[in-house]
């Protein structure tokens, strides 16, 4: 069973940056293609940003395309998620998902495992 656990959220303000983290255990972190997610207060849940477990391939939603970069230490068991030039829509609960795949498409819409989620919020 995977556990994947996410760092790094808190408060900035608009234009600031924050790099979440998000370490897995307890299975091949290499075979898994990871991404992350968000969900804001009242709004459905959106899938941001996603890594191929060769990291050839990777995926921005057009809300954050050139503003996050997600990246992947399979040394380290870690995915991250930087996010530069914040904005106050980008405030949401972020949460780190993973499949058992080879593109990061299947974390997109069939994610085998689940963060717990970290907060992040971006003032005005």
């Known amino acids: 069973q995977v556990q994947l656990v996410e760092s790094g959220g808190g408060l900035v303000q608009a234009g600031g940056s924050l790099r979440l983290s998000c370490a897995a255990s307890?299975?091949?972190?290499?075979?898994?293609?990871m991404g992350w997610f968000r969900q804001a207060p009242g709004k459905e849940r959106e899938f941001v940003a996603g890594?191929?477990?060769?990291?050839?391939?990777?995926y921005y939603a057009d809300s954050v395309k050139g503003r996050f970069t997600i990246s992947r230490d399979n040394a380290k068991n870690t995915v991250y998620l930087q996010m530069n030039s914040l904005k106050p829509e980008d405030t949401a609960v972020y949460y780190c998902?993973?499949?058992?795949?080879?593109?990061?498409?299947?974390?997109?819409?069939?994610?085998?495992?689940w963060g717990q989620g970290t907060q992040v919020t971006v003032s005005s």
């Open positions: 998902a993973a499949a058992w795949s080879s593109t990061w498409a299947s974390v997109s819409h069939d994610s085998d495992y």
């Open positions: 307890g299975g091949t972190f290499s075979r898994l293609s």
């Open positions: 890594i191929s477990r060769s990291t050839v391939s990777t």
